[in-house]
């Protein structure tokens, strides 16, 4: 009897460890055993996250198909649809720009001794992909080769010698490209800029100025309607959104049309930044509204930078998305706002990988394509107006 009580406990005893075993084994935390509860702000984050992750870029040119074209400024090595700049811009631009080998020293840098090949290369690249053309630029101070102005021994040419040169090199280039160009940057910064009181009107160093005063923009504008009486014909110039120069420019424009002067719209550079003024912006648009031309924003690029003193960077920050996020949003607001007059908006590059205003050390990252052409935050924004 005494052997059978002994083993009954140690039974007892083995199966109160293996009882104690599983309970421990099964409740090895309060925290596997007591249900999960999630913060609703945190799901509400997780879903923003996960939205942001699935919106698609949808292509620049498909986004503003029903406001404007939108373009780019080009160099005959971007138009090729085996780059990744070609591919870039087939899916996003409906419009070009060539930005420098339609200029007068690229067309023409010896008299009478035309050189089409980059700007042909273009305007085919154009053609192929259903993708318009503007043509810049026909007569400038700057970019002209020193025949067009001077003689052998450095003496301004004549009225008539100049105006029959002018004639000869507008004629040839705007015939080439008739019916492909669907619009030209006639005259280009004609105005001088920085004066605050507004006392000098027009730029008067430019050699067109000293051989024949402010008439030449008249002819040129004349001589590119006699070449081609379909194209577009505009003037172009910069800081056109300030007071010392947005009323030049208007008074420039009516005198022209004042005159029976074939002029047909106005380009807007558009070489802002970060912090450009909202108000600077709608104060020049509301001022040339009333000229009954068609705007074209021609050469946009925005730097992330807020001043020249802002030390330079080659990283795209937090910083700088962050402007032009805000920046970007704002200026695109203003021309949806603006879509009845504005016709054309191009930007002066297709990507962050190459601007006019990079420097060694200080990379501007002025477009909505990053370094590697594609869609960066701002973009995205921008892309929200139209949702």
């Known amino acids: 009897m005494e052997r059978l009580k002994i083993l009954y406990n140690r039974i007892l005893v083995r199966f109160c460890i293996i009882a104690l075993s599983i309970i421990t084994f099964s409740c090895d935390s309060i925290e596997e055993v007591d249900p999960v509860v999630n913060d609703p702000k945190d799901q509400d984050d997780d879903k923003d996250e996960e939205k942001d992750e699935e919106i698609v870029a949808i292509p620049l040119k498909e986004l503003f198909k029903d406001y404007f074209p939108i373009g780019a400024a080009i160099t005959p090595h971007h138009a090729d649809a085996n780059t990744d700049h070609g591919q870039a811009l087939i899916k996003h631009f409906s419009s070009v720009t ?19 090949d980059g700007a042909d290369k273009i305007v085919q690249f154009a053609k192929t992909n259903n993708i318009q053309v503007r043509g810049h630029v026909l007569t400038w101070h700057s970019q002209t080769p020193n025949w067009m102005f001077y003689d052998q021994d450095g003496v301004l040419l004549s009225k008539e010698v100049a105006l029959d040169q002018l004639e000869d090199h507008i004629t040839a280039v705007m015939s080439r490209y008739k019916g492909d160009v669907y619009a030209w940057d006639v005259v280009n910064e004609a105005l001088f800029d920085w004066d605050p009181n507004g006392e000098i009107i027009y730029r008067e160093d430019s050699p067109w100025y000293k051989m024949f005063g402010e008439s030449y923009i008249d002819s040129a504008f004349v001589f590119a309607h006699r070449a081609d009486p379909n194209a577009k014909l505009f003037y172009n110039d910069y800081n056109s959104i300030f007071s010392w120069k947005r009323y030049k420019i208007y008074n420039l ?79 695109f ?24 205003l990079d420097k060694p050390g200080r990379k501007a990252f002025p477009f909505l394509l990053d370094e590697e052409l594609q869609p960066k935050p701002a973009y995205f924004e921008v892309q929200k107006l139209l949702d």
């Open 98 to 116: 060539a930005e420098n080998v339609m200029k007068p020293d690229a067309l023409q840098r010896n008299k009478g001794v035309y050189t089409w």
């Open 253 to 331: 424009v009516k005198r022209l049309k004042d005159n029976n002067i074939p002029i047909d719209g106005l380009g807007i550079q558009g070489h802002w930044f970060v912090g450009t003024s909202e108000e600077n912006i709608r104060t020049s648009l509301d001022l040339f509204r009333g000229l009954g031309v068609e705007i074209q924003i021609t050469e946009l690029d925005l730097p992330v930078y807020l001043s020249n003193e802002e030390p330079g960077s080659t990283v795209y920050t937090e910083t700088f998305s962050a402007r032009q996020k805000e920046a970007y949003k704002m200026i």
């Open 333 to 356: 607001q203003i021309f949806l706002d603006y879509s009845d007059i504005i016709t054309n908006v191009t930007f002066w590059g297709i990507g962050d990988d190459a601007s006019w």
